[in-house]
């Protein structure tokens, strides 16, 4: 489980998260949505004590990130799946990661063959597709085998069967009675793989609520995913941080 109470973040003078409060509970996919700049990456970062909240705190499994002894087998994530040192081969960068993590170099076969990339193993990472990045983070993620899960954008560089693979991947995950929370500013992606959604815009809590709720207050004509797409519209139109001039006027 995770728990955000009243976590809030300034930057400069700026509050970027504003007295923010969920929580993730096991067993199902909870989807982080909200427009660009609504502070999704912030606080997954606070909740894995990279940036440190101005107030309030993150806690997972009720103890903060930096007192969990072997965080990777206790909460995985993806936060910036491009942060590698490209020199390094996909196989030697998650053995790396299990050694530094007291995790079974055996691990480290089983997470490449469960994202496809068993093949792969002794390339270079400098030499990876955007889509083959992203699954080495999700391996990455994995290997600790860990109750809890993090992913910040996770469909980013996937094409349509990835994305397929990783809805089914991270529904097995819930079923198994994980806790899963995926960031996405796709609404429609998010919908068919969460069962939960968490909605924030300008770092605020906007909408906790599951997905077929989420659905029920979109007024659009042409289905569910018509509907999905305007409720999330409607609920973060206020908190849109960028704005095209044509926009808001269809
Ligand atoms: N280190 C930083 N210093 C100053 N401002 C920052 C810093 N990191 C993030 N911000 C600002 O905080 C706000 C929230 O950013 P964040 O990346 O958390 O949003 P996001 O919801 O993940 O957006 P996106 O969907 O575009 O990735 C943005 O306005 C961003 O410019």
Sequence with gaps: M??????????????????????????????????????KSTTLRMILGLDRPTRGRALIDGRPYQELARPLCHAGALLDASALHGGRRAGDHLRWLARSNGIARRRVGEVLELVGLADVASRRTRGFSLGMTQRLGIAAALLGDP?????????????????????????????????????????????????????????????????AEFAATGTGGEGEAAALEDAFLRLTDASLEYRGEREGQR
């Design 2 to 39: 995770i728990e955000v109470r009243n976590l809030g973040k300034r930057y400069g003078g700026r509050t970027v998260v504003d007295d923010l409060s969920f929580t993730v509970r096991p067993g199902r996919v909870t989807g982080f949505l909200g427009p660009n700049g609504a502070g």
């Design 147 to 211: 109750p809890v899960l993090m992913l910040d954008e996770p469909v980013n560089g996937l094409d349509p069967e990835g994305i397929r693979w990783l809805r089914n991947l991270l529904r097995d995950l819930a079923a198994e009675g994980r806790t899963v929370l995926v960031s996405s500013h796709l609404m429609t992606e998010t919908a068919r793989t969460a069962d939960q959604l968490v909605v924030i815009g300008r770092g605020r809590l906007l909408a906790d609520v599951p997905v």
